[in-house]
Nanobody, 122 residues
Framework: QVQLVESGGGLVQAGGSLRLSCAAS????????MGWFRQAPGKEREFVAA??????YYADSVKGRFTISSDNAKNMVYLQMNSLKPEDTAVYFC?????????????????WGQGTQVTVSS
């Protein structure tokens, strides 16, 4: 069993930056793909970024602005978000997939955190 806890959300002005963190407990990331998703009010949960030890994927809407990374020794995954826009406002979720194959659909992930709110003001 894997438990995920996100942190680092908050209120930021457009053009600003935030770094989200995801702490995993229960086991190490070895053999897992990790992802970030987000959900805005009234919208479906959508893919943001994902990674394994060898590949990373980004949604087109965040490519060049967001960076996913991990510190396996600390069982942490991060999402560095730069040049934030009001349309980035959402609850951001960390997810773990019990496979080294990275997928971009939320249905492919076995474990989820509770989410952290990111609000970008214009």
């Amino acid at each position: 069993q894997v438990q995920l806890v996100e942190s680092g959300g908050g209120l930021v002005q457009a053009g600003g930056s935030l770094r989200l963190s995801c702490a995993a407990s229960g086991r190490t990331f070895s053999g897992y793909a990790m992802g970030w998703f987000r959900q805005a009010p009234g919208k479906e949960r959508e893919f943001v970024a994902a990674m394994s030890d060898v590949v990373t994927y980004y949604a087109d809407s965040v490519k060049g602005r967001f960076t996913i990374s991990s510190d396996n020794a600390k069982n942490m995954v991060y999402l560095q978000m730069n040049s934030l826009k009001p349309e980035d406002t959402a609850v951001y979720f960390c997810a773990a997939r019990q496979s080294i194959v990275v997928v971009t659909t939320r249905h492919g992930y076995n474990y989820w955190g509770q989410g952290t709110q990111v609000t970008v003001s214009s």
